[in-house]
């Protein structure tokens, strides 16, 4: 639950393509009325910044319900609450500090949940097989102009996918000579593999 409508849906964007149920609530009362009507989750992350009652004290209010198997995590740009002592259960190992990595929230979720993520196997050629063309090298990357290069670098540092995306549909629209970098680009993005878009990032010229 988050007041900020991009943070509630990066985590949509993270969650329900691996199969997650999401909910969402933009703010604590939200969050306790979705709890009262008998919605039971299995994780609960909670942004602290929030109109009305704030993050702990909901936190507070839901652990007063005595749900069984709901695991919290705090979700919070304040990476200093993450030292903090509290009363609601919260260990430094359930602090989420934005923006959230995908990696990150993945492992949290393996350790609370118990999970063991599949991964799909590349598809390989018999044994003994050998293509009868070597396969091109990939053409280099131009990149666009540094305004472009910049619009598209805080979008990802802030792993806002939407914002991701429509900067790269800005630049194919406005640079379509660098219709290879937005190809690459927004592949990544749809895998959330945000690391990797910064290398990209780092190593245009300057």
């Known amino acids: 639950m988050d007041n900020e409508e991009p943070d509630r849906e990066l985590l949509v964007q993270l969650l329900e393509p691996l199969g997650f149920e999401v909910r969402q609530a933009a703010s604590g009362h939200d969050a306790l009325d979705l709890l009262a009507t008998g919605y039971r989750p299995h994780v609960i992350f909670m942004d602290l910044a929030m109109p009305g009652i704030d993050g702990w004290e909901t936190l ?116 379509p000579a660098h219709s290879a970098f937005v190809g690459t680009m927004r592949q990544l993005a749809k895998q959330f593999q945000f690391d990797a878009m910064v290398q990209i990032l780092e190593q245009a010229p300057s």
């Open 60 to 175: 507070r209010r839901v652990r007063q319900m005595r749900l069984p198997d709901v695991h919290c995590a705090i979700v919070s740009a304040n990476a200093f609450d993450k030292a903090l002592d509290n009363d609601v259960d919260i260990r430094p190992e359930d602090f989420i500090v934005k923006p959230v990595r995908h990696s990150e929230l993945l492992d949290w979720l393996e350790r609370r949940l118990g999970l063991q993520w599949q991964y799909d196997e590349a598809t390989s050629a018999p044994s003994g097989a050998e293509p009868a063309v070597a396969p091109a090298a990939p053409a280099p990357l131009t990149y666009p102009d540094a305004a472009a290069l910049l619009a598209l670098a805080q979008a990802v540092s802030l792993g806002y996918y939407r914002g991701i995306l429509n900067t790269l549909d800005d630049i194919e629209r406005s640079q």
